[in-house]
C-alpha cells in the first residue's frame, strides 16, 4: 500500500533525485528523491494536480545506489549531439548530490540510457521503488 504524505523535503545531504515526464502529457511529470537514509520521496504532478508517494529503501541499497550515481559523473563529458532522439521520447534528468562532492546533474534521453549501463541500472532500480511506494500510480 503506498503512503502519500506531504510534499517531499529537499534537504537531505545525500541524494540521487530522478525527474521524467511532462505534466500534461500521458503519465505526467514523476519526481522521485532517494535520500542516504532509505527515504524516497515521489512527486507525480499532472494536469495541475500533485500526487505525493513516500516509501523506504533499506539504507545500503540506498548508499549502494546513491554510489552507482556518483558514478555517472564520467557521463558529464559526452557528447550530447551525437544522440538523435525520436519524437515524444523520455528525457531523464538526474540529480546527485553527497557530501563533500561537486552537486551533478545529466540530462539523457531514454535511448541513451541503452548506451549508458550505470545510468541504466539506477533509473530501472528507481523505477522499481517507485512503482512500490504509489502502488503503481506513479511511473518513472
Given at each position: ?42 512527486t507525480k ?79 530501472e532500480a ?15
Amino acid at each position: 500500500m503506498s503512503e502519500q504524505t506531504s510534499a517531499p523535503s529537499r534537504g537531505s545531504r545525500d541524494a540521487v533525485v530522478v525527474e521524467v515526464g511532462v505534466e500534461v502529457l500521458e503519465h505526467g511529470h514523476v519526481r522521485a528523491e532517494l535520500d542516504g537514509d532509505g527515504r524516497l520521496a515521489v512527486t507525480k504532478t499532472f494536469e495541475g494536480k500533485a500526487e505525493y508517494f513516500a516509501g523506504r529503501v533499506d539504507p545500503g541499497r540506498a548508499h549502494e545506489l546513491l554510489d552507482q550515481a556518483t558514478e555517472l559523473r564520467s557521463l558529464t563529458g559526452r557528447e550530447e549531439a551525437e544522440y538523435r532522439p525520436v519524437p515524444d521520447e523520455a528525457q531523464y534528468l538526474i540529480d546527485v548530490r553527497r557530501e563533500g562532492s561537486p552537486y551533478l546533474e545529466l540530462r539523457l534521453w531514454d535511448g541513451e540510457l541503452e548506451r549508458h549501463e550505470n545510468a541504466k541500472e539506477l533509473v530501472e532500480a528507481l523505477r522499481s521503488e517507485v512503482d512500490r511506494a504509489s502502488d503503481g500510480q506513479a511511473v518513472l
